[in-house]
């Protein structure tokens, strides 16, 4: 990863919201309707009262300073603008001061469904909303801090596992069943769909360490899914948590692979894996 020139040293820059063009903001448009369509009733509450308490719904991409003054208001948290993914160290600095770094660029329109890179749709629609419930903030910041202390280990994909299956992919359980909070759910259409109705995939009850080795998949629907009971839940178990011992016995590896039932897990759907079997990939 290769710092742009017109980067700072903790690679944020301008948004240049008065760049986008009438397109780009209609590329934002296009794909906000199309996650309207399939949110309400599968994603949790917390997400949708964040996406109005935002305005994220008002039209175009939003912009950062004024969305953030809002932000800052409910829970201290602000936005900055990056050019990309940067650097694991930069990146766990931003969360544990409480800035989320969300990419500036948006795809292109034959991009919709799918891209590598975290541009701005995935990172404010997908992650922002639920900066906005206090429990999931003080996470997210929980998770940075964990994130500086780990660098002296060899720890990072342990830790990179459990943002996976919580900030991007978690479910929880609510008394209208189970509901989306991952980000990389909430801004994929289809992912939408597959991760709370399709009997392919594993849905297992949250603990720490069993999702800490657990392998995923980065370019295709997840084959488990965890799910959390509250967002204290979540929160309470990485501040109890002492991670240093963890680390020392998981030594950076996987024990389980992605489509794995344990014998212990709490199981609330055993996955067919159709989907993974048939190949995957949409
Ligand atoms: N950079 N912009 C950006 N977004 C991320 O989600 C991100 C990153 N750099 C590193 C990183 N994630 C991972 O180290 C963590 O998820 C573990
Ligand atoms: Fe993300």
Redesign the pocket.
Known sequence: MQKPDHARDD?TIDQGWSNYTEDEHEVWNLLYKRQMDVLPGRAASEFMQGLKALDLGKGGIPEFESMSDELESLTGWRVVA?P?????E???DHLANRRF???QFIRKRHQLDYLQ??DVFH?VFG?VPMLTNPVFADYMEAYGKG?LRSLNFAA?KN??A???YT??FGLIRTDEGLRIYGAGIVSSKTESIFALEDPSPNRIGFGLERLMQTDYRIDDFQQTYFVIDSYEQLFRATVDTDFAPLYEQMKGQFAHSPETVLSDDEVLHRGSQAYAKAGGRF
């Open positions: 690679w990056v990309g993914l940067v650097p694991d930069v990146f766990f770094p969300a990419g890179e975290p990172d992650h994130g990072l830790l990179a459990l943002y996976w900030v991007e």
